[in-house]
């Protein structure tokens, strides 16, 4: 059953109806075309300055950030992190408290491009560039100390730079971390429909709709766009997250037994109950997901981590089984929910988050919510706007 922390934020995103923010075409039209007037911001925010430092620069067109921890000398381990975002969407508060956790507890130097969104920049674009980007820190720092992490649409693209390195003949980063990753644009697997209800993050037409501005020309099952056909063999080991109440759940289930069809090492983390990068979220198995992450960043081999926790509390299912959690709450419906917060919402998950962890950033995205900021969550920064 999911913790007390999952079903308060759960709860959360059915009072706001936060998933109908961008449930049909028209919506997502809508978004794209107000952010295209004013872009959303995507500097870090402020508040994380104390834990590490920020650097920025322009790496084949793009503006990069680099982030270390602060006052410690400069870690070997190297990541690159792609945010999510359904394409569409800026970074925001959230990555940014994940990338300072792995800065700083890793440690580890973290490059984050700030890419340029769907619809102005599509796939055939996006990917090269951002290949580019990873393909020069495995040059410099080997690739026994690269790391890829993406989130949703993130670990999307990150799947698309590992294909584009094997084709280019470069080595392999030594690890993809994946959380909820987009793995088919087409959404044609039937079980989808049995998940969509409990979703409360995305929606099936909305998602599909972002999805497509990212297509571009390919055909919706190219493999730079949905992975879940591509040619697995070869690429780097990987960690994937992913939630029973996510509609890339059962994308995530076949994929992980195809890459282990394929010969590729994979760690796979269904956690029932559980929302769309849920360890993005203030919740116990969102810490629990982090923890591991952050952990795996400073290991020596993906595994190796898992097997040195006791404590470890995310489950790991096998891909091939389709849990009945797809068609059974476990959370809190309108009628729960609105038992369980009061007038301040934000203060009871906020209050359960730091039970959990303190984790900055999530609780400024709940605050967002619960007043009704549905901007693919609010972001505390300054500066940094950019356009398309």
Partial sequence: MPSLSSQLVTG?????????????????????REHTVRPAPYAPPRRLDRKVAFSVDTRHGWTCYTVVPRNSPTPTQQVLYVHGGGHIG???SAHWSLIAKLANKGPAEVTVPIYPLAPHSTASQTVPVATDIAADLIARNGAQNVTLIGDSAGGNIVLGIAQTLRRRGLPQPRQLVLIS?????????PAIASVAPYDRVLSVA???????????????KDPLVSPLYADLSGLAPMLVFSGTHDIHNPDACDFAARARD??????????????????????????SARTLITALVGSAAVGE??????????????P???REAHSQGGCLEVEDALSVFPADL????????????????VGHALVGLSVGRSDVFPTVSHGGFRGG
């Fill in 305 to 318: 981590t898992r097997a040195s926790r006791q404590d470890e509390t995310v489950q790991q299912s096998p």
């Fill in 90 to 92: 800026e970074i925001i």
């Fill in 206 to 220: 909305g998602s599909t709709a972002s999805t497509q501005l990212y297509i571009g020309k390919l055909e919706s």
């Fill in 12 to 32: 959360l995103l059915i009072v706001t109806r936060y998933r109908h923010r961008l449930d049909s075409p028209s919506k997502v039209e809508r978004y794209v």
């Fill in 262 to 287: 394929a010969g590729v090492s994979v760690d796979y983390h269904e956690q029932p109950g559980a929302q769309h990068v849920y360890p993005l979220l203030p919740t116990a198995e969102g810490a």
């Fill in 181 to 189: 990753p987009g793995l088919d644009a087409s959404k044609s697997n």
């Fill in 346 to 361: 934000c203060a009871v998950v906020v209050a359960e988050q730091r039970v959990v962890e303190p984790f900055d950033g």
């Fill in 320 to 322: 091939r089984q389709r």
